[in-house]
């Protein structure tokens, strides 16, 4: 998507992440462990996460890959829906504020378990589009034409089962956001 582009220097200033304490509580990784981080942008979440994890950020965006890359993140450019992995090669995954921009979200959603290992968690951090800021913040994109679609916590988890995932939990925040953690 263009809009990324074109704002991927500045992203991580105008966008800013509160902290990584409650995805990495959903994610429980083990020192050492591989983390993928689809639709990771400029790794502003997963470069958070500390030295002790191999992270490697997904994203069709040329100019966020290279910002993740300055972190000292590994990356790949590609999209949610056609992850070029082997079947169950990742045994964490994080999905945060990318599952609105995708084109097909029901295949992205197969495709994300079909990399995760059996025994394996996926955590998905969405804005919960009940907020006030958040519905506003769909207009403004819609206004955009940027290719957005919000989903309620409730339609997440039946796209998820729907693809054969084991909801473990739900938390929305009471802020901005919802999550669903996954376990297959």
Sequence with gaps: MRQFEWVAQHYDRIFRFGGPERLLDGLQPQDGERVLDVGGGTGRVSSTFGDHLQIVVCDPTPGMLREAQDKGLHVCACVAE???????????????????????????????????????RLVVEEPDIHQAVVKLAALLERLLRVRSRFFSLRDMERMFAASGARVARTENDQGTNVRLIITH
Excluded: C, M
């Design 82 to 120: 056609h992850l070029p992995f082997r079947d169950g090669s990742y045994p964490r995954i994080i999905l945060v504020d990318t599952l609105h921009h995708l084109a097909d979200q029901q295949l992205a959603a197969v495709e994300l378990l079909r990399v995760l290992q059996p025994g394996g």
